[in-house]
Structure formats: structure tokens, C-alpha cells
């Protein structure tokens, strides 16, 4: 569960206040890695996956 909300809350804060030098390549580079991640865990929290998935459609609108 750690893993996940880590996640969101990094997503979340690549959305809202981006580290200043990151291309929006770098940030999709960020997503993937951070999808990979998530697919990897065992049985990850049903709602905390919900906000996961929340957080990476956030995160691509208007890239």
C-alpha cells in the first residue's frame, strides 16, 4: 500500500508542480515507470488503485 500512495502522491505532484526542467517526456517517462511498478504489485488496495488510475489520467490531460 506504501508503493501505491507513493506513487499517487508522486504523480500527483509531477501534475501540479512539475520539477522545473522536466520535458513532458520526462514526465511520460515517469508514468510508465510508475504503471510498471504498479502492475507488479501482488494484490494492490482496490481503492488506492482507483486514485492510481485517477492520478495517471490527471497527469496526461493537456501533455
Sequence with gaps: M???AD???N???IKNSP???WTVAQK???LNWSRQVVAGLA???PAL???FDQACRNL???E
Design 43 to 45: 494484490e494492490p488496495n
Design 2 to 4: 506504501i508503493k501505491l
Design 19 to 21: 520539477p522545473v526542467n
Design 11 to 13: 504523480l500527483r505532484a
Design 28 to 30: 511520460v517517462e515517469y
Design 60 to 62: 496526461t490531460q493537456n
Design 49 to 51: 488503485k482507483a486514485e
Design 7 to 9: 506513487k499517487i502522491s
